[in-house]
Nanobody, 125 residues
Framework: QVQLVESGGGSVQSGGSLKISCVVS????????MGWFRQSPGKEREGIAA???????RYEDSVKGRFTISQDKSKNTMYLEMDSLEPEDTAMYYC???????????????????WGRGTQVNVSL
């Protein structure tokens, strides 16, 4: 059973940076397609970045050029480095994984089977 645990969320001022993590247990990250989603109150959960087993990466326009998705396979961990944060980035951030590769454009919730519980990111002016 794939289990995902996010950490590293917190509060930061506009223009600041934050790096969140997702630790995978129960399965090798080398064999998983992974993604980051976020959800603000009253809004749909949106996919923002994904990384496949072959190293392919996708960023949605809302975070392209500011966020970087990466993995440390030796630690079975995925990261999301967030720079130039804006108040609009305030959300609960979720890690997702799937044993099948590939995703839609834009990234969809249905592309991923396994989910973490999220880590909250707050960006103030």
């Amino acid at each position: 059973q794939v289990q995902l645990v996010e950490s590293g969320g917190g509060s930061v001022q506009s223009g600041g940076s934050l790096k969140i993590s997702c630790v995978v247990s129960g399965y090798s990250i080398r064999r998983l397609c992974m993604g980051w989603f976020r959800q603000s109150p009253g809004k749909e959960r949106e996919g923002i970045a994904a990384i496949d087993t072959d190293g392919s990466i996708r960023y949605e326009d809302s975070v392209k050029g500011r966020f970087t998705i990466s993995q440390d396979k030796s630690k079975n961990t995925m990261y999301l480095e967030m720079d130039s944060l804006e108040p609009e980035d305030t959300a609960m951030y979720y890690c997702a994984a799937d044993q099948e590769g590939g995703w839609h454009s834009p990234i969809r919730r249905s592309d991923f089977e396994y989910w973490g519980r999220g880590t909250q990111v707050n960006v103030s002016l």
